[in-house]
């Protein structure tokens, strides 16, 4: 056998695991360990269990259906978690195999009706259904244009996370699943609560909010606006903005990069706090609201509540008054700087409307 050229072939727990080309070295302690020990890691392929659907329809082409040979087709990923109750109760520390939500979705064409108020995804909502009915709701933007450190997955594996050295003669009880899944459980790593999190996931439907399109700039493709001032419409009446006592915010070393035209520049943005913004124009909002965010040339993005008021990137999130020492050339500008992909960037922002329920 040449040099450098060494194949390695381990067993654990029935997986098959092979090293080629590389030259692995071990010592004799290391490798007495590894038989003493008999450690098996959690991190193995899984498989999508036979029986499992998920169908995907709403305003799409066609209704994609998809059985267990074509989830397992997905690039899988596996993330451990933290699990919190909406309540504050600890509910345990697992890890999951499974497959982000955007992996699905970048293979589904959504399809909206000729007359649409915005003819892109961008405000559309994303309903989740499991077996017995019950929904959650997510932005398109939330699945699709953020990074991918901590997806919205839909996991068939669940493994408990357990302490390498728990108390003598006590059975570790924090973990309040101790069963496998027996579906796909949506599953939100970047989020703080199970608020989101669901079992038995069977149906995702694409759709766009209910609103009063009458209150609103109208879409005009390719053209160049300015928005002169920034109102907020609630319950079918608008006024303007009050920014009065409400957070500045920075930000430096944004990359900007389009999903349509790739990179933008790097650039630092100041403004106002988008959470704080909207706490200050809609008393009582929170994270199950909905928010739509409008340009003066009708360009639109629907943001969940969640994701501004419930995770890191919605901390970040601000009202752009300066980019790069000066003022956006179309007035007011949305900026979710912690995306990927700037698309839900709204230049010319001149509206935003509180939806306070979707169903």
């Not at 082409?61 to 059985?67: L, N, Q, S």
Request: charged fraction near 25%.
């Amino acid at each position: 056998m040449k040099k450098n050229h060494i194949i390695l072939i381990a067993v654990a727990a029935g997986a098959l695991v092979l090293f080629a080309g590389y030259r692995l070295v071990f010592s004799k302690n290391q490798v007495e360990i590894m038989a003493v020990t008999g450690a098996t890691p959690l991190a193995v392929k899984q498989e999508v269990k036979s029986g499992t659907t998920l169908k995907v329809s709403g305003l799409t082409k066609r209704v994609y259906t998809f059985g267990a040979d074509a989830l397992n087709a997905f690039a899988p990923t596996c993330m451990r978690t933290r699990e919190v109750a909406p309540d504050g109760k600890f509910m345990g520390t697992y890890r999951y195999s499974g497959i982000p939500v955007l992996h699905i979705l970048e293979g589904v064409a959504p399809k909206k009706a000729e007359n649409a108020a915005f003819d892109r995804p961008l405000d559309m909502i994303v309903t989740f259904e499991n077996a017995d009915g019950e929904r959650v709701h997510f932005s398109y933007g939330e699945l699709t244009m953020t990074d991918d450190s901590e997806p919205v997955m839909l996991a068939f594996d669940r493994r408990e996370v357990l302490p390498s050295e728990p108390k003598k003669d006590e059975p570790y009880t924090w973990n309040a699943h101790r069963e496998n899944l027996k579906g796909l459980r949506l599953v939100c790593p970047a989020e703080p609560d199970t608020a989101r999190y669901m079992d038995d996931v069977k149906r995702v439907l694409l759709r766009e909010a209910e609103v009063d399109n009458s209150l609103l700039p109208v879409m005009r493709k390719g053209a160049k606006c300015v928005s002169t001032g920034l109102s907020v419409v609630e319950k079918g009446k608008q006024r303007p903005v009050m920014l009065d006592g409400v957070k500045r915010a920075v930000s430096d070393g944004w990359v900007r990069t389009g999903h349509g035209k790739g990179y933008k520049g790097i650039s630092s943005a100041e403004g106002y706090n988008l959470a704080s913004l909207l706490a200050k124009n809609f008393p009582g909002c929170g994270p199950k609201n909905f928010f739509l965010f409008v340009a003066c040339d009708g360009y639109r993005s629907v943001l969940s509540g969640t994701e501004i008021f419930k995770t890191a990137d919605g901390r970040g999130m601000m009202l752009i008054e300066k980019m790069d020492g000066k003022k956006p050339a179309a007035g007011p500008m949305l900026g979710p700087v912690n995306d990927y992909f700037v698309d839900r960037d709204v230049w010319g922002l001149s509206h935003i409307m509180l939806i306070e329920e979707v169903k």
